[in-house]
């Protein structure tokens, strides 16, 4: 599966994004979804992910209340609302999909359980 990531840009403290991220090649449904962010230097960290078939959704303490993943099935796509945005939030962001489809509403916040990384698009918040 090919996952690309787009929908981000520059954006004022307190502003809003909306990413999305598009699968070709594969469905998503089934899956564990997440999305995941990096800056230069720092490991890769855990944002969002949301479960199948439940829709469970987990997120990180530095966004719970700020930020909610979605997903279309029928579009094939994974959504990250982005609200309140905050300096530290400035970060490639990326979407993931685990390997296999796991039991259900199988969840994991941890990078290694993911294996297709979709093309990360940069959030930058001013201040």
């Known amino acids: 599966v090919q996952l690309q990531a787009f929908g981000g840009g520059l954006v004022q403290a307190g502003g809003s994004l909306r990413l999305s991220c598009a699968a070709s090649?594969?469905?998503?449904?089934?899956?564990?979804l997440g999305w995941f962010r990096q800056i230069p230097g720092k490991e890769r960290e855990f944002v969002a992910s949301?479960?199948?078939?439940?829709?469970?959704?987990y997120y990180a303490d530095s966004v719970k209340g700020r930020f909610t993943i979605s997903r279309d099935n029928a579009k094939n796509m994974v959504y990250l609302q982005m609200k309140n945005l905050k300096s530290e939030d400035t970060a490639v962001h990326y979407c993931?999909?685990?390997?296999?489809?796991?039991?259900?509403?199988?969840?994991?916040?941890?990078?290694?359980?993911?294996?297709?990384w979709g093309q990360g698009t940069q959030v930058t918040v001013s201040s």
């Open positions: 090649g594969r469905t998503l449904v089934g899956y564990l």
């Open positions: 993931a999909k685990p390997p296999n489809e796991g039991p259900t509403d199988y969840h994991c916040s941890g990078s290694g359980c993911y294996d297709s």
């Open positions: 949301i479960t199948w078939p439940g829709g469970t959704t």
